[in-house]
């Protein structure tokens, strides 16, 4: 076991809720005609957390719109705990992937499986397209 050194995560977007989000961070996404909350941070590991070698973290998430056919994340880390915004104070981004995802659907009907691996010296983030089994692999220094 080893302890995750600070609190990684992905930076992401999803529907605005005026009860929960800043206005700040609200977007107008003219593919879906509504608002969405943008610069959100999707925590996979925290701080201090105990992880055997090789721990995966997943999360499933979507297209922005029907007609995208690119998905691409960044990895997030921070001292803190918790954060809601991937722009906070001390937030800082250690690299990224993108994913093709298939032109025809609807984004709901598009899942994107986004998997980090902590092995003793990097993060291995996977993102695979659930739909057509497209992937991309990108190993993420911790020290970057």
């Excluded at 297209?63 to 691409?72: A, E, K, L, M």
């Excluded at 997030?76 to 937030?91: I, L, Q």
């Excluded at 902590?118 to 020290?143: A, H, M, N, Y």
Aim: proline share 4%.
């Amino acid at each position: 076991l080893r302890r995750a050194r600070l609190t990684y995560g992905l930076h992401t977007s999803k529907s605005f809720d005026p009860a929960v989000h800043d206005e700040r961070h609200k977007k107008w996404n003219r593919h879906r005609e509504s608002f969405r909350a943008t610069n959100l941070f999707k925590k996979f590991v925290t701080v201090n957390q105990l992880l055997p070698v090789d721990h995966a973290a997943c999360h499933i998430f979507y297209p922005t719109h029907d007609r995208q056919t690119r998905v691409s994340f960044d990895v997030v880390c921070t001292e803190k705990e918790s954060a809601m915004y991937s722009d906070e104070e001390g937030m800082r981004v250690l690299g990224g992937v993108t994913v093709e995802v298939p032109e025809e659907g609807r984004a709901r009907d598009k899942p994107v499986k986004c998997t980090m691996k902590f092995g003793l010296t990097e993060i291995v983030l996977t993102v695979e397209s659930l739909k057509d089994g497209k992937q991309e692999r990108v190993p993420i220094q911790f020290t970057a």
